[in-house]
């Protein structure tokens, strides 16, 4: 399954990508849309059978999971072979 992620929500003040909580996204085959907190989406995003993503077309952005050691892990974004911050630049809900 893939699906966009199109909003963040933020936990804090500090908008950095392990600072997101919250995730609202679209199925990219259905239409049907959802939200999930960054635990259950990490997971997701996981199993590799899916596949998440940010923007369209030719700005379309790959989302990989990230675990540091010494921290929980969350989700960033992945482009030309360098991690990128797109999911901060998303509208928040």
């Known amino acids: 399954m893939a699906i966009e992620i199109t909003h963040v929500r933020f936990g804090s003040t500090k908008k950095t990508e392990d600072e997101i909580v919250k995730y609202k996204w ?3 085959s259905t239409g049907k849309v959802g939200e999930n907190d960054k635990p259950s989406l990490v997971a997701w ?3 590799k ?6 923007g369209s077309g030719a700005n379309r952005v790959n989302v990989a999971s990230v675990h540091p050691e010494n921290t929980k892990p969350y989700l960033r974004t992945y482009a030309d072979g360098k991690w990128t911050n797109n999911l901060v ?3 928040t809900f």
């Open 26 to 28: 679209k199925n990219v």
């Open 45 to 47: 995003v996981d199993d």
């Open 49 to 54: 059978t899916n596949t998440a993503y940010v």
């Open 89 to 91: 630049s998303l509208p």
